[in-house]
DNA sequence: GAGAAAAGTGAACACCGTTAGCTCGCTTAC
DNA sequence: GTAAGCGAGCTAACGGTGTTCACTTTTCTC
């Protein structure tokens, strides 16, 4: 076992025993187990006797690894918010860095296209905040979700940056909304002095609009209007992307 | 309990008899607990056993009047819907009939402050589409739900009769696109021959943008931004309505 | 009042999350 | 090298769930 030498030392990472290296295989199978059982059965078709069962032991045992079954759904929403941001840097990354319409798309698309293809996942992440109250604002799966935004907010930070789009007068908007968006702005990370609330609220909109679209297909609501909702997502797309002053590209 | 027959009976009603009297009024009262407990502990929070309990019977005694959980749920979801129509009717009726803006702002608001009022609820009939795979296109909550939209419908069909807003040129959209459009008309019952397909896709469009920012906000997604976002809500009204050509007006 | 149909019950099956107390083996300290 | 300690996992148990089946009780109809 000493093969495992041929890896070198994450550097500052202190010296994993064997006994950690078992534990993070263990809890990884368990997340594993979990994520196949919720694609394939939803969310409430996640149990922890199933998968320990799955695993060859027995559920009570699983609790050395997680505090309970909300707490196995709260790591996994964070791994999962990882594997999207994945998908989504890989789609932004296929390519040219410079070209940020191009990158914008692709990312946008990226989104739909992995909710399309994992919809019992993408409704853990953005479907009703199930219990967890107050979604403790530090969370792993807090923390990943933000991970995942901030690829959306890097791109929206350049649009600001290079001028894209017309931003509203600020007097449209009510001091209470104005302060709202740059509280938002503040704790999203845009930069600070170029990010006016108009423009936030510019880029806000579009989130929502975005969020809109791709929900309805991905809950598939609106059912009856076709199988197939890529045109009407495109098309939507086609005037978020105007608005942004973002060039338009058929896929 | 002659007293009944002091209420005129239904035209056309065939004589309820007493026994289905009694059977109506305990479907009435399982799902009135159902309800409850959905509001009080969300839609996992929903069992057959504890109303059973509450009603002072046993679970399987529910089976005589749904054909499980499921069946259960579903049916709450039509009454739900109802619930919701009821309210946007009500708004609705707050404002003069001719009013055909003052008549739409009200609905749209309408169906915020009831998600807001009705989080649980709210996502029983707008969130991820649980289990039912094809979702019955005939089932009692499909129904109420179209119920919900006519009147909706109803209400854009009269902005597209009063050319309130300005249609994007035909040729802009795909061939795809423009056939989804017109089979969407059709079936929600748009008056066919005046609602081109480039007035459906904006409509549609507008539903969605009116459908992401009420979920994102009933869902607490976004809950980073305010605790109160009816300030986002309201400025993403009016781009809406300025978009389909009414005049809006603060709430 | 007899017979049929409906309403409701009890017991059982197969699940579920979670807790408590225990055993066994690896790791560490002496 | 051995003894202590700690972590992993197990068994048993509690209370909860949906659902089925056979049975009894109630109610309506003739």
Redesign the pocket.
Known sequence: MTRESAFPQVENAPAP????R??QA?SREIKEIARRHLTAHGASG????????E??????????????????MEALQADLFAELAAAVDAAEASVPAADTDGRLLAALRAVRAWGLANRAEFALLFGPAASQAAAAEDSPAAEAGRRFAATFVALFDQLIAEGRFTVPAEAEASPALRSQLEAFARLTGFSGDRASSGAIRVLLSCWVRFYGIVCMEVFQHLGFVADDMEALFEAELRDLAAGLGVAYRAP
């Open positions: 025993t064997r006994r950690e078992v534990r263990t996640v149990s922890l006797r199933a998968i320990a069962r695993m060859g032991m027995t559920a009570p045992g699983l609790y050395r690894y997680f505090t309970g079954l909300g707490d196995l």
